[in-house]
């Protein structure tokens, strides 16, 4: 079950292969945390709460996109600014 919700949430970090592999490798120490918390005997029950309790892949990646994106353009070069004048005078 931590499996089939890591590779859906590295799936949706492809774009930046470098924060896909940071992020699952975090995501699945708080879950495997999680799991060994868990006051239940039962594993796979254990893993589907701490997967449910973690909230859908979907939105995690999300939120981590936004992150990547900014970051990324905060690495850019400045672009220059360009002025239009316009081609024509209007009367």
Request: glycine residues 4%; proline residues 5%.
């Amino acid at each position: 079950m931590i499996q089939d919700y890591l590779d859906g949430l590295s799936r949706e970090l492809d774009f930046d292969r470098s924060l896909a592999r940071c992020v699952r490798q975090e995501v699945e120490d708080h879950l495997w945390e999680a799991v060994a918390a868990d006051p239940a005997g039962n594993l796979l029950e254990a893993q589907r709460r701490a997967v449910a309790n973690f909230g859908d892949a979907r939105v995690i990646a999300a939120q981590f996109a936004v992150v990547s994106l900014a970051r990324h353009r905060a690495e850019e070069p400045a672009s220059p600014q360009f002025s239009l004048s316009p081609a024509f005078s209007l009367p």
